[in-house]
């Protein structure tokens, strides 16, 4: 019988483990072994609370540390394939790309929280976030994926986060994943270029 | 203007016509829907429905002087109203009725204007039928509201009377019924908002005609490839013929091969067939070039037709801007008592909805400006022998090659060509010895300069003589060109040709520091090659001698604050490019071609950003930004002053801020003055009204002073009197900010000698900041 390479708590030897000392299982056995994965599978994840609320992220990485953004506010992932410079623009600015004939902006966040740059790799990702009439790219330097975060297991940022640019964080959930606060951040004026010549 | 008043009333008719058959259709549809079985909610839904487009009708029948159908729509109403309260039924009769009565409607509005009144027994006949359904068969509810009577004019008559079979329509079939009545039929509205996703979607196609060209390049490339193998072959054949000839040689000889020479045979027998190979290839790749020629030439024809016939669609006739102007005409010379009248040609004339959109603007800056500066005041007018009511021109014109010639002339008291003259100089437009070579001309042409104007004092509506540059920079992004002729006393004229469509945007490709970039073709003077012992230095800048003329150069890169390595190429590529009257020349790494291109807006967060107008997509797929030659050419001549004067400002530090008196009784206004000056840099001092600004004027130095007019003790107007009156502080620059809005507060204002006149109503604090600006 073959072991199921599953990392996560509770796989499935714990729940129908075969019999120790015995190398091959009677038919009998298999199918005790087999209703008892049957009846563990169907089991209801375990949940602290019925009214727990979960909030659907993205998470992905931006230098060494993990980022999210909820889903609700993620028109679509992106592969960063071209991307052009543009000049006079904010560092923030990373530049302008071509997602099937529309023009979008990217944003590159390490900007706002000091970390360092890890340089372009084919695992680069655009996270495309929309808000009315925002409409922008993410630069993610890999993504990691969709996962459910618990809404009062999200803790305030730490205090050393502070600057100007704490505002974009929502919290920071326990696996030290960093929730953005999208809707603050896509409505931030600041964020806005509109610059004239000379002024 | 009889004829115009009739041309407006057929326009009304044909609009009315359109709207009428709309509600008529709706109504129809609303009766064959009731007349099936369903809830009596969904009832009452379709008779709220047709209740509202019977009301609709009426009122635009009204609006055209319609009476007969007012009157049908009137009784229609009714009886949908009782309806409505559920104080009548729906009897099959009743249907009957209310088809035939709609079909009069409809009969109506497809009869021509002239046989406006149809049958009036007919129409009298249906109308009772209609009054008699409303108070319901039986008559004993009473079902008309008060605010709907049925007209009493018609007489009730008995049930029995019933009307001719068939709804005979009261129309003569005279030629021009059967042309409106296909006309009427081949219109439809549609929102603006589909033509536009419509005209998108067609300018998108233009990325097919680029691909299409990408693609030929491509194989011309492959072709070029083919060529250079036939000269390697072409090297290599004798010494294949060569090898061949001396192995028969050799066969002859000895008579047996050796296995190497069998191995050598085949070697040289698969160069050859190689060589066949290739020849099919390249015969096969001419072929299909020839085919994608085609192709690109059949898909650019087909998009090119598209996108032209989509344009046309969105062609408004100019009429559509026009048709406000009367009423603002009359306001702005009302406040400036002024009198003028204003005709207009040529308004039939159809335009790009997006150039007449952008022209709005443009029109009401000419306007202001002809009403502020051109047009005298009736004394005035009349003292120089002219009828007291000024007059104002617009003709438009069609002219050669699909453009448009659009004349705006007035016949008020021309431009002041010394006044012009004096006030370039003033602002340092022109140098004095520029000043004395200056043709009549020359000096016209300043009036589209950035802050020359020739008026005494800045108002709101103009003065600060950004009018005309807004003007021409609007024009000339529209692809236009605009001129202006004076005559001192007699009139200025305004010239203006447009396109008529907006043209596809061409732009010429080019790299800087390794990036390409897109400069608008109609932006480019011209481009030029010069080695580069050409380039000379003219205090300290970089120039370039073209005709006779000096032209400073600048880095493409270094503008677009790109850093580059050290170029040190003999040949230097230069593009020249023109905005606002200035010419600077432009490096570049080199020019790659001039092409189609589609412009792409940028979206927020880039709402404007620096030098950069938009962006758009190559053929390969490639985003290059598109660039914007008016801040080019602004920021090549700030960066410039600033290279020649190294942090000269900054040096003085606090002591060279400037410093403002605000004089202002009210608290709160003197709080949000003084906050305003001091973000923008100024030093504030305050004073609580004119008593108290002399006093503190008298004991320190100020810049300029921003007072307000209404206040207690010594006013605005006075203080500015007595500012003007001492010695010292004459030259001081006063601004009065006030809410007094009128005409006789600005005269006053120039008169006891005020710089600027800012009304508060319209008080943002640009406004203001840009004003200090120019007067310190």
Same mark, same amino acid.
């Given at each position: ?27 009998? &056995?298999?199918?005790?072994? #087999?209703?008892?994965? !049957?009846?563990? /599978? $169907? @089991? =209801?994840?375990?949940?602290?609370? &019925?009214?727990?609320?979960? #909030?659907?992220?993205? !998470?992905?990485? /931006? $230098? @060494? =540390? ?16 071209? /991307? ?19 023009? /979008? ?95 | ?776």
């Amino acid at each position: 019988m073959k072991k199921t390479g599953r990392k996560s708590p509770g796989t499935l030897e714990d729940r129908g483990a075969v019999p120790a000392g015995t190398l091959e299982a009677t038919p009998e &056995e298999k199918r005790t072994i #087999l209703r008892a994965r !049957a009846k563990s /599978l $169907a @089991h =209801e994840p375990e949940r602290k609370g &019925e009214a727990e609320k979960y #909030l659907e992220v993205l !998470a992905f990485l /931006l $230098a @060494h =540390e993990t980022y999210a953004i909820e889903t609700v506010f993620i028109r679509e992932v992106y592969p960063l394939t071209e /991307l052009t410079p543009l000049p006079c623009t904010p560092d923030y600015i990373f530049g302008i790309i071509n997602i099937r004939g529309q023009i /979008l902006t990217i944003i590159d966040m390490k900007k706002f929280f000091d970390l360092p740059e890890k340089g372009i790799t084919n695992l680069n990702r655009v996270i495309v976030v929309q808000e009315k009439d925002m409409e922008l790219g993410i630069l993610a330097d890999e993504i990691i994926g969709i996962r459910n975060i618990p809404e009062n297991a999200l803790n305030p940022p730490l205090p050393t986060m502070t600057g100007i640019h704490a505002g974009y964080i929502k919290g920071v959930a326990g696996e030290g994943i960093i929730l953005l606060d999208m809707e603050r951040f896509l409505k931030d004026r600041q964020l806005i270029v509109n610059e004239e010549v000379g002024a | 203007m009889a004829g115009k008043n009739d041309a407006f009333i057929k326009r009304l008719l044909s609009t009315f016509k359109v709207e009428a058959d709309e509600h008529i259709k709706n109504i129809t549809a609303g009766l064959i829907e009731l007349e099936k079985e369903m809830e009596p909610q969904v009832k009452a839904g379709i008779i709220e429905t047709v209740f509202r487009e019977a009301h609709s009708l009426k009122g635009a029948a009204r609006a055209v002087n319609r009476s007969d159908m007012e009157t049908i729509c009137q009784s229609l109403e009714s009886v949908f109203s009782g309806l409505k309260r559920r104080e009548i039924d729906l009897a099959p009769s009743l249907f009957d009725t209310l088809h035939r009565s709609v079909d009069m409607l409809n009969a109506i509005t497809l009869s021509p204007p002239e046989a406006a009144v149809a049958d009036p027994g007919q129409i009298s006949r249906i109308t009772e039928k209609l009054a008699k359904a409303a108070l319901g068969e039986t008559g004993e509810k009473q079902a008309i509201p008060n605010d709907q009577p049925v007209p009493r004019d018609y007489p009730l008559t008995s049930e029995t009377e019933t009307l001719p079979p068939g709804p005979e329509p009261p129309v003569r079939e005279t030629d021009e019924t059967a042309r409106t009545q296909k006309k009427a039929m081949s219109t439809v509205r549609i929102s603006m908002e589909k033509l536009d996703s419509l005209l998108r979607q067609s300018e998108e196609m233009l990325t097919l005609k680029l691909m299409a060209d990408r693609h030929l390049e491509d194989q011309l490339d492959l072709a070029h490839l083919f060529g250079l193998w036939d000269k390697q072959w072409a090297k290599i054949y004798p010494i294949i013929c060569e090898f061949r000839r001396l192995q028969e040689k050799s066969d002859k000889q000895s008579g047996k091969r050796t296995q190497d020479d069998i191995r050598f045979a085949r070697l040289l027998e698969f160069g050859e067939l190689t060589h066949d190979n290739m020849k099919i290839l390249e015969s096969r790749l001419a072929e299909l070039r020839k085919r994608s020629d085609h192709d690109r030439y059949a898909t650019g024809l087909m998009v090119d037709n598209l996108l032209g016939d989509v344009k046309q669609i969105l062609m408004l006739p100019f009429s559509t801007l026009f048709e406000s102007f009367p009423k603002l005409l009359r306001d702005l010379s009302r406040d400036q008592g002024k009198d003028v009248e204003l005709s207009i040609s040529g308004g039939e004339i159809e335009i790009d909805r997006r150039i007449l959109e952008e022209m709005r603007t443009v029109f009401i800056h000419l306007l202001r400006n002809t009403i502020d500066h051109g047009i005298e005041k009736p004394e005035v007018r009349k003292k120089n022998g002219k009828p007291p009511r000024g007059m104002i021109q617009i003709i438009v014109s069609r002219s050669e090659g699909n453009r448009v010639e659009i004349l705006l002339s007035d016949d008020g008291g021309g431009i002041d060509l010394g006044g012009l003259k004096e006030a370039s100089l003033e602002r340092g437009i022109v140098s004095p010895e520029e000043a004395r070579k200056l043709t009549e001309q020359d000096v016209l042409s300043l009036v589209f300069q950035s802050g020359v104007s020739t008026s005494p004092i800045i108002t709101d509506i103009s003065g600060r003589g950004l009018g005309l540059t807004i003007v021409r920079e609007k024009i000339e992004k529209l692809g236009g060109r605009v001129s202006v002729e004076t005559d001192r006393h007699k009139g200025t004229t305004i010239r203006m040709n447009l396109p008529l469509t907006v043209s596809t945007f061409r732009g010429v490709l080019v790299t800087a520091a390794e990036r390409p970039f897109i400069i608008p073709t109609t932006d480019v003077e011209r481009t030029v090659r010069i080695k580069r012992e050409e380039i000379r230095t003219v205090e300290n800048r970089e120039t370039l001698s073209l005709e006779g003329s000096t032209i400073p150069l600048v880095k493409l890169s270094a503008v677009l604050e790109l850093s580059e390595r050290k170029d040190e190429s003999p040949v230097v590529t230069i593009l020249i490019l023109e905005s606002q009257g200035k010419r600077i020349g432009f490096c570049v790494d080199e020019i790659r071609t001039e092409q189609e291109i589609l412009i792409k807006g940028m979206s927020r967060p880039l709402s404007r950003v620096r030098n950069i107008a938009a962006a758009t997509i190559l053929g390969s797929g490639k985003v290059v930004p598109v660039l914007n030659v008016s801040d080019l050419v602004k920021s090549a001549t700030t960066s410039a002053i600033r290279a020649a004067k190294p942090a000269a400002p900054q040096a003085g530090g606090e002591a060279a801020k400037q410093t403002i008196l605000v004089v202002e009784d009210s608290i709160t206004s003197r709080m949000l003055l003084k906050n305003i000056l001091e973000t923008s840099g100024y030093l504030v001092k305050t004073a609580v009204d004119g008593i108290d600004a002399i006093s503190q004027l008298k004991t320190e130095k100020f810049n300029a002073v921003v007072s307000d007019v209404d206040m207690p003790r010594m006013n605005g107007f006075n203080l500015t009197e007595k500012i003007r009156g001492d010695k010292k502080l004459a030259e001081l620059p006063v601004v009065l900010v006030t809410a007094l809005g009128s005409r006789e507060d600005r005269e006053r204002g120039i008169d006891v000698g005020a710089n600027a006149y800012i009304v508060k109503s319209s008080f943002d604090q640009s406004n203001l900041i840009e004003t200090l600006r120019r007067l310190i």
